[in-house]
């Protein structure tokens, strides 16, 4: 198709002829599966990343059901170990590290950027049947035997249990490679395909922190690689390394696998940090406060990430000193992360703040996060941990970190810009309605695992004194809750896809380049490199009602 | 007659008129498509190092922890082959930058014959490898779960350098058709292809006889695996041969003491001499060291393959001439690889044979 030439920089008024855009250049099912188009492929990844929350959530709900009551409901405990594993492997691995980078990322990034594609759209691809062989092998391993050591493959359990390690090891050393050449694609295409005028610092957040979470990629993922190796040959051959019974040493395990599950903490949140960056500053309609420190603080997190993976291991036998200064490093991840947080707060500061769906969620995250942030110090903290490790109050802390940021986080970046990829408006009601149930369900699930954990509750443990039985409960109804607003917001989605009007260029006034891409993107983006201008300098942004969005005025 | 004439394909396919067919649509000009590419390349490579400094870290620890297993545990590793490997993978590296010279000037008979030696370079690593490797298995020189403890049980002898020798002979005899095929057709095309994988098939093989005589022929002064390498099972040897291990046994038993490193001057077959070093000769001690050896010289051995399988893919895009002066990105970064692959296995070298 050739109607990819001319395409208006600025918002067209007339849309009575109407180019292709990237959904209809080409059609069938081989165009899809074959595509190099980094937007296809992003919208590919964002149907499995969703697949795969859907089981993980599945499994979350039978664990919540389960622990119910005291004694547990319907599962055996072998069967409630397999259980919280695949939910903990199915979110970690499969949903939450790809989600915002690999979905929305590949979507946003070229786009963003004023490229055409990414810079190596076959390695995109690639990585993106990486994925699906990775999941292949970890589903593969559900459906066989049950695997039952947590998503953390600690020695030597998973070195003694039937549970099927290897296989799913070798999930994680596919999804793993997956990873790397995103994270590799992204970085390539942000140092080399920048088109004039777009500067390191004229780069929307987003991309700051996308480009902190591909270093994270880069760096620390080969080293899972080489860990889930190790664990696969110990299994095989019996290297010795991590088996303590042929005088190898497990917590050496514990910090292989830390040395990298720490830093995939921050693949999780960095880039959740950058979509809360826009939507702030675009559902504020008022410029971001404190743009370098925001985007020097991404990298900041990035960089201190790689130094405090030992606080995982606080009880699992270290030196002294080497717990003292883990800790002490711990600590200095909580500046960056406060200075993103006062950012976004002076952002909405004497702004114009519209309460629309990916603001709402927004809100959450912040609120959320917050949360999340501020009761890690304890877990940092020696004495404190002591007491902490392994307890609910740990499942609380991470879930509102992990799930309570990234999630809500990914939820206010899809619907922000679910516009754009698939070109119809949704129901605004129906999103914020459904906002407001994830926030209050969340809630209601996580807020009472706090004081079950600082009660001396331990986690993976399929069954309790009668006494939690309360907070567990009030927990599961929280859970379920949760699942509701989640469904909610699936169908506000989906409705959109048949229901929906036809969206307008720019529906929230942005000032990145994707919103001067017709919605959705033609094929090749930008068929001559796009004006650069500030990101978010959103003077001249007007709002037109006829176009039904903003459009701006000379 | 290297010179060779930049094939002008601009007009070959659908894209504008400033995009010749080797500059990919999204890339604005070959500048920025080498840009890309080169920048790729690094990050790949950062992250192999990284990925193998899991291994390297584990080294470090269990060498730490435990020098006296490493000193004793790596006699058993042949330097002299180590040595050779060594060589050959430096050589490779030579000829791999000389290759890409070639593909920067347009020098197609150059950067074809640069990429076949190199590729036979590689074939003849794995072949020495295969020797070690082999020779190792035979004597129960295993990772902790199944190393044998040496000395006390005849360890079981497998026709195993038969069996890493199929798949290379599979090889050759293809290429070796493939090459006839192609030589009564008179495809040059195909020829320039086939010719060196043949070639590279074959080098496996010389470095496999290489390894043998090495392994088997160092029967006086160094006594470390005599008659393993060359025929498996054959525990034949002349009588002068059992005179110089009794020599060698004496002064073993002279000066052997327990946890201490053997006489550096010595090379022994502990198995043969039957040494009782029953601290570290056993699955937890020896064994790691045998289960870090393998790991780390089998994932350096795959990354060879894969190498080969990148030159292969080369030399089939330099026969269809796609490489000059203007697009030499691939050849450049395959090369980089290349000599990442080589600079791992330096490191390899000594931390593994040259434990004294």
Request: proline content about 5%.
């Amino acid at each position: 198709m050739s109607a990819v030439i001319s395409k208006p920089l600025v918002a067209p008024v007339e849309s009575a002829k109407e180019p292709g855009n990237f959904l209809t250049h080409t059609s069938g099912f081989l165009s899809w599966a074959l595509t190099l188009d980094h937007k296809r492929i992003g919208l590919m990844y964002l149907v499995g990343v969703m697949s795969s929350f859907l089981l993980g959530g599945v499994l979350a709900l039978v664990v919540r059901a389960h622990l119910f009551y005291a004694d547990g409901a319907f599962l055996t405990l072998k069967q409630y170990n397999q259980i919280f594993t695949l939910h903990g492997a199915v979110m970690v691995f499969l949903f939450i590290i790809p989600s915002v980078p690999a979905a929305l990322g590949n979507f946003l990034l070229p786009i963003m950027l004023g490229a055409k594609d990414v810079a190596f759209p076959r390695l995109n691809l690639s990585s993106f049947y990486l994925w699906v062989g990775g999941a292949i092998f970890f589903l593969v391993a559900m459906l066989t035997t049950g695997l039952d050591t947590g998503w953390t493959f600690y020695t030597p359990y998973s070195l003694e249990t039937t549970g099927p390690v290897v296989l799913a090891t070798m999930g994680v050393f596919i999804l793993g490679f997956s990873s790397i050449f995103t994270g590799l694609n992204f970085i390539v295409t942000i140092n080399t395909m920048r088109p004039p005028g777009m500067t390191w610092f004229r780069m929307p957040l987003l991309l700051w922190a996308i480009y902190s979470t591909s270093i994270i990629q880069v760096l620390a993922t080969p080293v899972l690689g080489i860990t889930m190796l190790l664990l696969m040959a110990e299994r095989f051959l019996g290297i010795g390394i991590f088996d303590p019974k042929l005088n190898g040493d497990p917590v050496t395990y514990q910090h292989f696998f830390w040395f990298y599950s720490h830093p995939a903490v921050y693949i999780m949140i960095l880039p959740a940090m950058g979509i809360i960056s826009e939507l702030m500053s675009v559902h504020s309609h008022k410029g971001i406060f404190g743009y370098r420190m925001i985007a020097y603080s991404s990298v900041a997190i990035a960089l201190f990430g790689f130094l405090v993976w030992g606080h995982h291991m606080f009880t699992s036998g270290m030196a002294n000193v080497t717990t003292i200064v883990f800790s002490a490093l711990t600590f200095t991840v909580s500046i960056p992360s406060a200075i993103k947080v006062f950012n976004w707060l002076f952002t909405m500061y004497k702004g114009t703040v519209s309460l629309t769906t990916p603001m709402l969620y927004a809100l959450s995250f912040m609120f959320l996060f917050t949360i999340g942030g501020l009761t890690g110090l304890p877990l940092g903290a020696l004495s404190i941990d002591r007491h902490f490790h392994d307890t609910y109050f740990v499942v609380a802390h991470f879930h509102y970190v992990m799930m309570g940021g990234t999630l809500v986080a990914f939820l206010g970046g899809i619907f922000h810009w679910w516009p754009k990829m698939v070109g119809k408006m949704y129901n605004e009601l129906g999103g914020q309605i459904s906002a407001g149930i994830v926030f209050v369900g969340f809630n209601l699930t996580f807020l009472p695992q706090f004081v079950l954990g600082t009660r001396g509750m331990p986690r993976r443990y399929a069954t309790y004194v009668p006494e939690f039985e309360f907070l567990h409960q009030l927990s599961t109804y929280g859970a379920f809750l949760l699942g509701i607003g989640l469904f909610v917001a699936l169908g506000v989605l989906i409705n959109s896809l048949f229901r929906g009007k036809k969206a307008p260029t720019n529906p929230w006034g942005g000032a990145t380049l994707e919103w001067v891409c017709s919605s959705p993107p033609p094929h090749d983006n930008f068929s001559k490199p796009p004006v650069v201008g500030d990101p978010y300098d959103f003077r001249g942004l007007e709002y037109d009602a006829r176009e039904g969005g903003y459009v701006r005025r000379k | 007659m290297s010179d060779i004439t930049i094939p002008t394909s601009e007009h070959a396919d659908d894209h504008s008129h400033d995009h010749p067919a080797w500059l990919a649509h999204h890339f604005d000009d070959a500048e920025q498509q080498f840009d890309s590419g080169k920048l790729g390349m690094w990050l790949f490579l950062v992250t192999e190092v990284l990925f193998f400094s899991g291994m390297f870290v584990a080294y470090a620890l269990f060498r730490s922890l435990h020098p006296e297993v490493f000193v004793y545990a790596s006699q058993f590793l042949n330097a002299k082959l180590g040595a050779i490997n060594t060589g050959v993978l430096l050589f490779s590296s030579l000829t791999m930058a000389w290759a890409v010279r070639a593909a920067q000037l347009s020098q197609q008979k150059i950067l074809v014959s640069m990429l076949a030696m190199t590729l036979s370079c590689a074939a003849m690593f794995l072949g020495v490898k295969a020797v070690e490797y082999t020779h190792k298995w035979d004597l129960g020189l295993l990772p902790a779960g199944m190393y044998i403890t040496q000395g006390v049980a005849e360890p079981n002898h497998g026709n195993w350098l038969q069996i890493l020798c199929i798949p290379a002979a599979v090889f050759a005899v293809i290429f070796a058709g493939w090459y006839l095929f192609a030589l009564v057709g008179r495809n040059r095309f195909q020829l320039q292809i086939a010719g060196p994988l043949l070639v590279a098939s074959l080098c496996f093989f010389a470095g496999v006889q290489l390894g043998v005589f090495l392994e088997s022929g160092e029967s006086h002064g160094d006594a470390h695996g005599s008659g393993h390498g060359a025929t498996h099972g054959d525990h034949h040897e002349g009588a002068g041969d059992h005179a110089a291990h009794a020599i060698i046994v004496d002064h073993m038993v002279a000066t052997s003491i327990p946890g201490q490193a053997f006489p550096s001057e010595v090379f022994v077959d502990p198995k043969r001499v039957g040494i009782d070093e029953p601290e570290i000769n056993q699955r937890g001690r020896a064994g790691i060291f045998f289960g870090i050896y393998y790991m780390m010289t089998g994932i350096h051995a795959v990354h060879i393959l894969g190498g080969m399988g990148v030159i292969t893919w080369l030399i089939v895009k330099a026969a269809r001439h796609e490489f000059h002066s203007k697009y030499f990105g691939p050849v450049d970064n395959v090369g980089l690889y290349w000599h990442l692959v080589d600079f791992i296995w330096i490191f390899l070298f000594p931390l593994l044979y040259l434990i004294r």
